[in-house]
């Protein structure tokens, strides 16, 4: 079986560009205990690639509190994201060489992300990467975010290029559900934690880092079918 030609590489956010996982895992538990739930970290990786309204859902449905608003508890979660962001933000090992890489090769390149507005103009000031980007997709706004691939099939569009010739990059399994559902080649890039579960075979490829993504391009390219 033949590896259909990539022609566009679409980035997840979070955990893929930047290091902000542990921003979205302390914020998180600063809001939530703030309302008396007492998540630790370990909780906070139930909901590792939700939107963030569903987050907030997530863990009313499991332990309610009084004058429920997801809205304005997402926004102070997303609030407390972006400045942590602001203050303390990392590119992911070899994202910037990467993004350098797939734009001198040609590829278009996206963004998919259910982080919101706000966290993609933090995190792409942030990393100075906003020029890489031909398309940039948020589930934000969608009726359904990840593990639903609407947001990939709006960036391929976006991109005018067929899912099926587009290399998605995901470190979270809810958002590998969705690029596969999008019928995409996939990437993984888990957490070193997480990096050995089965769970990680769905994808068509395993990383580990964003640093691997030209050497992975560059074998691709010797065996894909020109279209």
């Not at 893929?16 to 979205?24: K, R, T, Y």
């Not at 278009?108 to 031909?134: C, E, N, P, Q, R």
Request: with cysteine.
């Amino acid at each position: 079986m033949t590896t259909p030609h990539i022609k566009a590489i679409i980035f997840d956010m979070d955990g893929v560009l930047i290091d902000s996982e542990p921003a979205w895992q302390q914020a998180e538990i600063k809001v939530f205990n703030k309302l008396g739930l007492n998540l630790c970290l370990a909780d906070t990786l139930q909901t590792t690639g939700y939107r963030i309204d569903q987050v907030v859902q997530y863990w009313y449905q499991r332990s309610p509190w009084i004058n429920y608003d997801n809205h304005a508890t997402s926004q102070a979660i997303v609030q407390e994201v972006v400045a942590q962001i602001h203050q303390q933000g990392a590119a992911m090992n070899g994202v910037i060489e990467s993004l350098a890489f797939c734009s001198q090769q040609g590829l278009k390149i996206g963004l998919a992300t259910s982080s919101s507005s706000l966290i993609i103009d933090a995190v792409l000031t942030k990393l100075s990467i906003g020029h890489y980007f031909d398309a940039i997709c948020s589930a934000e706004h969608l009726t359904l975010g990840k593990p639903h691939p609407e947001v990939y099939l709006n960036c391929a569009a976006k991109l005018q290029v067929k899912a099926e010739n587009c290399l998605a990059i995901e470190d979270s399994f809810t958002g590998l559900i969705a690029a596969r559902a999008a019928n995409m080649q996939t990437v993984a890039i888990p957490a070193p934690i997480d990096a050995t579960q089965n769970k990680w075979i769905v994808a068509h490829h395993q990383l580990n880092s964003a640093a691997e993504i030209p050497s992975l391009l560059a074998a691709l390219k010797q065996t894909q079918t020109l279209k």
